[in-house]
T-cell receptor, first 113, second 113 residues
Framework: EDQVTQSPEALRLQEGESSSLNCSYT??????LFWYRQDPGKGPEFLFT???AGEEKEKERLKATLTKKESFLHITAPKPEDSATYLC??????????????FGSGTQLTVLP | DSGVTQTPKHLITATGQRVTLRCSPR?????VYWYQQSLDQGLQFLIH???????AKGNILERFSAQQFPDLHSELNLSSLELGDSALYFC????????????FGPGTRLTVL
């Protein structure tokens, strides 16, 4: 069974204070690892897909990296508008043609002005 | 805006009742996934349809059912509702082809009183 653990559960940063969110995963073969951003009461918004260890992707102040056991979402010089819950999900080879995602519980990020 | 639409946005009903949630995928997407998000369970996969056919079931109760119609929109039917069914229900659609990224709709908030 695929499993995803995210840490920390909550993170408060001052504007401009860089940090990283962690996503540890267990899958029987990784098809893909996904990062989403979710604002309260809204649907998850796609950020990145990573497919193999060593892969990195960037978008504005966010950078996602992947190893064989975990992924990091690095936030550089965050702004208050980056405040949201960040969700990590994996798609394992065991999900076959269904390709459902297994999500972590998320990290709630608050960036203070 | 992901291009996935869901109706209604909010639904308030009583225990024992039946409701139908509707999802229209992004133009061209053949796959529709349904997820449930509650405070204590996080995002949980319910069911996947591809081009009208059921492909996989996750943690979906027997009181719940879904279908995907020829125009590719999908409906999730919840019956004999219980207080514990109160949650956010999301659908996601995925492109045809090799990419596995799922794009989520805005969700339907169900409150069972």
């Amino acid at each position: 069974e695929d499993q995803v653990t995210q840490s920390p559960e909550a993170l408060r940063l001052q504007e401009g204070e860089s940090s990283s969110l962690n996503c540890s995963y267990t899958v029987s073969g990784l098809r893909g690892l996904f990062w989403y951003r979710q604002d309260p009461g809204k649907g998850p918004e796609f950020l990145f897909t990573l497919y193999s260890a060593g892969e990195e992707k960037e978008k504005e102040r966010l950078k996602a990296t992947l190893t064989k056991k975990e992924s990091f979402l690095h936030i550089t010089a965050p702004k208050p508008e980056d405040s949201a819950t960040y969700l990590c999900a994996v798609q394992g080879l065991g999900s076959g043609s269904a390709r459902q995602l297994t999500f972590g519980s998320g990290t709630q990020l608050t960036v203070l002005p | 805006d992901s291009g996935v639409t869901q109706t209604p946005k909010h639904l308030i009903t009583a225990t024992g009742q039946r409701v139908t949630l509707r999802c229209s995928p992004r133009s061209g997407d053949l796959s529709v996934y349904w997820y449930q998000q509650s405070l204590d369970q996080g995002l949980q996969f319910l069911i996947h349809y591809y081009n009208g056919e059921e492909r996989a079931k996750g943690n979906i109760l027997e009181r719940f059912s879904a279908q995907q119609f020829p125009d590719l929109h999908s409906e999730l039917n919840l019956s004999s509702l219980e207080l514990g069914d109160s949650a956010l229900y999301f659908c996601a659609s995925a492109p045809s082809g090799s990419t596995d990224t799922q794009y989520f709709g805005p969700g339907t908030r169900l409150t069972v009183l």
